[in-house]
């Protein structure tokens, strides 16, 4: 139940990082019914440093802790700002920011104080005003007590050439505007890691707006910051010194002083690490995630084990006699491998027999208590189709948001251990050194971890290169699985896909035309010469799939490696099918969205993806998730548009307009974002368009997302040449020499 109040601070508790707990006392009851002691009661959340006998307007939610009693969750505090009527200027800007010049200009014609009518909420008055009715002015007076509480930032940062959507987005963000001028006015810089949406560039705009100077300690340090963060959330913790100088006199000018840059580096202080020759430096922050990640894979590793199994043997055996085929040389070595030890890694390309490794130990182990996780839904919903087990998302395993602040929102963490003897974490590829840490801290001595990879597909974007560190590092025991299971070798999807993964070229130099291929059928080319032919066929075999009695949209998906680029990219695609599946229609609502600053629409009825982690909704959705749109509905309570989304593996989410930033139209999906995920008919599409990332990597993930059948739509040459490239890991990370320094401590004497 929200308030919203106008309070006096009696006393403050605690506060330390823009977040405390203060004693307040209740001066007026402007929205909502109150609840507690009006002369003392407790709020608190995210603040601006609190100041005895300050007057807030605060908006909270009543909780009844069992904890520490009845309080209030703040989740928007302000100085209570007030125009004076002699600030004319002043309530002209604000009024600027808010309504269009000529709406401005109408209102002083009439009026010399339009703020306090609009304040009185003077109806009468409003409809006297050139080109205002009765709704136009409702609609005036509605905006206007918006966003009067955000009247603070108009004034006071008037010279930082802030827009409207930026204020809302800080606002969302920060959920006070007295905290927003403090982050502008100290360090803007910081913008860039605290707020979805603003990067690098806009950040450094509004600092030299605000008189930073292009060549400060300030600008080079923050510049730095955001140069190695960017680094390390691709996947390379460290880089050379040269390499950094590079980018700062690339970027920031090459008139920058030497001084200035040595300054900026010493000022940075603990933030950088630096290896003892100085010739790698990258943020702190990444070398101890990835020493945390060490430290916890050794302690599970070396930990006393609980499990013990002496007659697996027997029961491998009677497994095989009910499933009707044996296990290969390899997958016995795997399975032993497991038994054996606290962790292992078990990787091999498509149709190796990862997950029948993983049945035959759960077989052995099956008075043993297990858990399947996977970073996407999808691939933990394929998890328990082929195990017959409930697969978990690693958020939902681990019982996200419901923990404390102190673990990060995770309810399971190194004080409070998860239930199980064995956990199972598929697709480890995909999965970066933070979330890697956030299971690894939950999981309990004694149990087991195995880890599943398939090396063959591109790797994944994110801080770490988790799954080739540890294949490489002599501390964790590996298995590779190199034979194809014989069920496994029907499929051209397989087989082809392994094919080109080893370079093999599975088409004939200027070959053209449509074959399908593999016992199953399962692998349709469509070969071309010219690649304006991509973006056709592409919808020709959707329109195909659409006419099917039984089709299912969600289990249809049509991968490209581009998004904006060529006629065959992942906008240009999803725009069109959704003209053709889910055309508008009077009793479909609609919304006009951008990315990168090309407009689309959602509409009522289409298939989405999200692409941003959003965690403050109170179902969290995550990068990659999937789902379509069941309505798009104003809630007054919010005062926000709502989209209700039914996500795979989640269920209804109502996600509030602040939030739709990463909501992006889902029948066309990049190669890299699918990545982890499979659907029943893939729709593949690959031209020279992509000339740059066109690698084996590339297409073998392309084709192997596809479970019954895959459509390799290609320009003959492009399939050729992406088969006869390989890409090389180019990333630079610490865990491998984590490893060996935890495993083996040095001797202090």
Not at 32 to 46: A, C, L, S
Not at 681 to 703: C, K, M, P, Q, W
Request: hydrophobic letters at 35%; glycine letters at 8%.
């Amino acid at each position: 139940m929200s308030v919203k109040v106008k309070a006096e601070i009696e006393g403050i508790r605690f506060y330390k990082d823009q977040w405390g707990i203060i004693v307040c006392s209740i001066d007026k009851v402007l929205k909502g019914e109150f609840i507690g002691d009006k002369n003392g009661m407790v709020f608190k959340g995210n603040m601006p440093e609190p100041v005895l006998g300050a007057t807030y307007i605060i908006i909270a939610d009543y909780v009844d802790d069992p904890k520490w009693g009845r309080q209030y969750n703040i989740k928007s505090i302000y100085s209570d700002v007030s125009f004076d009527k002699n600030d004319k200027n002043g309530r002209r800007k604000f009024l600027s920011n808010l309504f269009t010049p000529y709406q401005v200009e109408a209102m002083y014609e009439a009026y010399d104080d339009p703020f306090s009518i609009l304040d009185s909420e003077d109806m009468e008055k409003l409809v006297q005003i050139k080109g205002c009715g009765i709704k136009t002015a409702d609609n005036w007076i509605r905006k206007f007590k918006k966003n009067i509480n955000i009247a603070k930032i108009f004034v006071e940062l008037e010279d930082y050439n802030l827009t409207n959507n930026m204020i809302k987005r800080l606002m969302n963000r920060y959920n006070s505007p007295d905290i927003v001028i403090e982050k502008v006015k100290t360090n803007p810089y910081i913008l860039v890691n605290e707020v979805d949406g603003i990067g690098w560039k806009k950040a450094d705009e509004i600092a030299l707006a605000g008189n930073i100077k292009s060549d400060s300690p300030m600008r080079i340090g923050a510049y730095i910051v955001y140069y190695l963060n960017r680094c390390g959330e691709e996947g390379c913790s460290w880089i050379t010194p040269d390499q950094l100088l590079g980018a700062i006199l690339d970027n920031l000018g090459e008139e920058i002083p030497d001084e200035n840059i040595t300054i900026a580096i010493k000022e940075l202080g603990n933030k950088l690490w630096w290896n003892e020759a100085k010739d790698k430096i990258g943020l702190s922050k990444y070398y101890k995630i990835e020493y945390e990640v060490a430290n916890e894979l050794i302690r599970i590793r070396d930990a006393e084990s609980n499990i013990s199994c002496s007659d697996w043997g027997e029961r491998i055996k009677h497994l095989e006699k009910v499933q009707g085929w044996e296990f290969t040389a390899e997958q016995i070595y795997g399975i032993e491998t497991v038994l054996n030890n606290n962790i292992t890694v078990i990787h091999g390309l498509a149709g190796s027999g990862k997950t029948s490794v993983v049945s035959g130990v759960l077989e052995a182990l099956n008075h043993y208590s297990s858990v399947m996780c996977a970073l996407s839904g999808r691939a933990a919903s394929r998890m328990s189709e082929v195990t017959g087990k409930e697969g978990f998302t690693i958020h939902r395993l681990l019982g996200y948001p419901k923990g404390e602040t102190e673990y990060q929102g995770f309810e399971f963490n190194q004080d409070n251990k998860l239930p199980y003897n064995i956990y199972i974490l598929d697709e480890i590829s995909m999965v970066d050194a933070k979330l890697f840490y956030f299971l690894l801290r939950a999981i309990p001595n004694g149990a087991k971890l195995i880890c599943l990879g398939d090396s063959g597909q591109l790797e994944s974007i994110g801080c770490g290169n988790i799954a080739y560190d540890m294949i490489h590092s002599s501390e964790i025991p590996t298995v590779e699985l190199t034979k194809i299971h014989r069920q496994a070798a029907k499929s051209a999807i397989i087989t082809d896909s392994i094919a080109i993964r080893n370079g093999i070229q599975i088409i004939k130099k200027d070959w053209t035309g449509v074959e399908t291929r593999g016992e199953l059928q399962d692998l349709e080319l469509h070969c071309y010469s010219d690649k304006s032919n991509t973006f056709y066929n592409i919808m020709e075999i959707f329109s195909k799939l659409m006419a099917q009695k039984d089709f299912n949209i969600m289990d249809s998906q049509i991968i490209v490696p581009i998004k904006t680029k060529g006629d065959a990219c992942t906008y240009n695609i999803n725009n069109t099918v959704q003209e053709l599946y889910n055309p508008s229609a009077k009793n479909k609502k609609e919304v006009t969205r951008f990315s990168n600053d090309k407009p689309f629409i959602i509409r009522e009825g289409d298939k989405i993806i999200n692409t941003s982690n959003n965690y403050r909704l109170s179902t969290p959705i995550y990068n990659g998730n999937i789902g379509i749109v069941k309505s798009i509905w104003y809630s007054e309570e919010a005062d926000s548009r709502i989209m209700t989304i039914d996500f795979i593996g989640i269920g209804n989410v109502d996600v509030p307009e602040d939030y739709w930033l990463g909501i992006e139209l889902g029948y066309a999906i990049t190669v890299h974002k699918y990545q982890g995920s499979q659907s029943k008919n893939v729709i593949f599409g690959l031209d020279f368009t992509a000339y740059s990332l066109l690698t084996r990597e590339l297409v073998y993930t392309g084709i192997t997302r596809a479970q019954k059948k895959c459509y390799l739509i290609c320009q003959t040459g492009a399939l050729r040449f992406a088969t006869a490239q390989q890409s090389v890991s180019n990333k630079q990370t610490h865990l491998q020499d984590c490893l060996y320094e935890v495993a083996h401590p040095k001797l202090i004497f």
